[in-house]
Structures are given as C-alpha cells and as structure tokens.
C-alpha cells in the first residue's frame, strides 16, 4: 500500500468525526487535503469550517463547505488535521506545510483535536523531522542564534513566505526529550510567531493508518 493510499484510508474515517450541526475546524496538508476530498465524495454535512490556511479554505470551499472567519465563531468541538511527527504522549510537530501559527490558534479553540496520519508519523521521540518555527523576518538571525544556542541547526525555509507575511527556519538536530518545555522556551525568543512542537496542548485522539486498517489512540 501507498503513503497515499494510506493518507486517503484515514482521511475516510475521519468523516466519522464530524460534529453535527457544529463548526469544524480544519488543518492543512496533503493528509487533510484527502479528508476535504472525502467531504466531497461522501456529500459528508458540514455546518461550517474554520481553516488553518488559505488553501484549506479554498479547498473547503470548492466542495461547497461555507468558511467562516474564526473571530466569528465561538470556541468548538472539533479540530482535524495532520501532523509531521506523533509521539507516544500525543505531542506533535506540525508545520511542515508552514500553516502553524493559524493551526494553533484552531487547536486552541478546540475541545479535541483529531489528528490523521499514516503509520510512518508515529515516532517514540520528536525531532528527526526538523522543527518548524515561524519568525519575523528582521529577528531571523537572533532567533536562529539562540536556537542553536538550544543545540539545533536552524536552516531558513527558501522560498516559503507564511500566509502571515513570516519566514520559517526549519531546526535540525533536535532530540525532544521535554517538549512542553521546549515549545515553551522557544515560544519566548523574541521574534518568534509559533513554533511547531504541539506540547502544552497536543492531540486528543490520533487516528492512523496502517495495511492493516485504521488503528485509534485516546489519550486518557
Ligand atoms: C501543515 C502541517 C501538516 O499537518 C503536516 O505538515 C502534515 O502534512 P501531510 O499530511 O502533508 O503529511 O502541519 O503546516
């Protein structure tokens, strides 16, 4: 079985979590991007979504799911998106597609965050996926200072200009052994938007998938 083949089983199962009669919240990603898909397929009722990012609105909108800015809506149920990286504790690295500042901003409205991966996501310890951190261009290189005063090797994201108007550094090297009180420190350095570890508030349910079916973690 594909990677894609996998990213579509689980974005199917994922319908089975949508809240009724109740805002969404939606992440980003190829992963997400297969469950919008399926929203599609299935004509699966949607009441109305927040998006983490331009594309997931137009993606969203495309299959007729009226988008709604977040101002507008009162904290919800249910956030699902995908994710870079899940340990066993439900923490996670997300941004590879650099839409993590506005899927932290969903996750922290959210009752539950659903998060949707294939089985190479699961790791027993973050950080071989180098960490995403969006930053504000004049303090590139005092962040990357101090971030590699934390013994990483922050490399800037060419190209990659945020939905923000941010840069990212991408920091390499990372053994994340307390990721709650890394997201913490990082989340400190001035000029730093987001960074990517989701610790202090990580995923509730994780649903990924395997050849032999999708298999469902709760935390407790
Ligand atoms: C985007 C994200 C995505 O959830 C993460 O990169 C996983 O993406 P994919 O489903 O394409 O593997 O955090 O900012």
């Keep these: 079985m594909t990677q894609d083949e996998l990213k579509v089983m689980v974005a199917k199962a994922a319908l089975d979590y949508i809240p009724k009669n109740a805002v969404l919240g939606v992440g980003s990603g190829s992963t997400v991007m297969k469950f ?86 699961l790791v027993q310890t973050l950080g071989k996926f180098p960490l995403p951190v969006e930053i504000i261009p004049m303090a590139r290189e005092q962040v990357a200072r101090t971030l590699k005063e934390l013994g990483g090797n922050p490399v800037l994201r060419e190209g990659c200009i945020t939905d923000n108007g941010c840069e990212i550094l991408d920091v390499h090297g990372l053994n994340i052994t307390d990721p709650v009180a890394l997201e913490q420190k990082i989340n400190q350095i001035p000029g730093v938007v987001t960074v990517g570890l989701f610790a202090s508030k990580g995923a509730d349910i994780v649903l990924y998938a395997t050849e032999d079916g999708v298999k469902v973690l709760k935390r407790n």
């Design 36 to 121: 919008i898909e399926q929203i599609g397929i299935s004509k699966a009722k949607v009441a109305k979504a927040v998006s983490s990012s331009n594309k997931t609105t137009e993606a969203l909108k495309s299959v007729g799911v009226q988008v709604v800015d977040p101002n507008e809506v009162e904290p919800y149920e249910v956030y699902i998106d995908g994710a870079d990286e899940v340990d066993p504790n439900f923490n996670m690295i997300k941004g590879g597609g650099a839409c993590l500042t506005r899927e932290k901003i969903l996750t922290s409205m959210a009752s539950k965050f659903i998060c949707i991966v294939d089985k190479s996501k």
